[in-house]
């Protein structure tokens, strides 16, 4: 059913839900999985592929980590580091590279939160045909 799920990572512990979720859901699929992160700090904006920032040191290195994990548990793992604005990144991404899901955790924020901070998960849903998975993190 799914062969390329484009998994967004915002770098913080939010990630795990979806990170365990997908290694189950890939094995069981034999899907491939891209892993991407969208860079989104003031250098990643300005400078996009030609930034050079500790942000994007740490982003980079956080992505080959997840990628090892995943290729670890023996799931075709990809990376891509994005630059800007996160939404139209994953939008591009998914068009590129032809993924069949997208998945993502979501902080659980409440409609009032994520209006005022806007919602990334919102707006791919209504700039989309793609299925998308959320899995609202866990706040312990």
Not at 43 to 52: E, I, K, N, Q, S
Not at 64 to 77: L, T
Not at 83 to 111: F, N, W
Request: one cysteine or more; hydrophobic letters at 40%.
């Amino acid at each position: 059913m799914y062969k390329k799920i484009l998994v967004t990572l915002d770098g913080t512990s939010t990630d795990r839900a979806i990170i365990e979720h997908i290694k189950q859901l890939a094995k069981f699929m034999q899907a491939q999985i891209l892993l991407l992160h969208v860079a989104d700090g003031w250098a990643a904006r300005t400078f996009g592929p030609d930034a050079v920032s500790t942000e994007i040191t740490e982003d980079t290195e956080y992505l080959n980590k997840v990628q090892m994990e995943f290729q670890s548990a023996g799931i075709s793992a990809e990376t891509q580091l994005a630059y800007g604005e996160p939404s139209k990144e994953i939008i591009r991404c998914l068009e590129q590279k032809d993924c069949d899901l997208v998945a993502m955790s979501t902080h659980g924020h409440g409609p009032l939160k994520d209006w005022i901070l806007g919602s990334v998960a919102d707006e791919l849903r209504h700039r989309t045909s793609v299925p998308i998975l959320m899995i609202r993190a866990s706040h312990d």
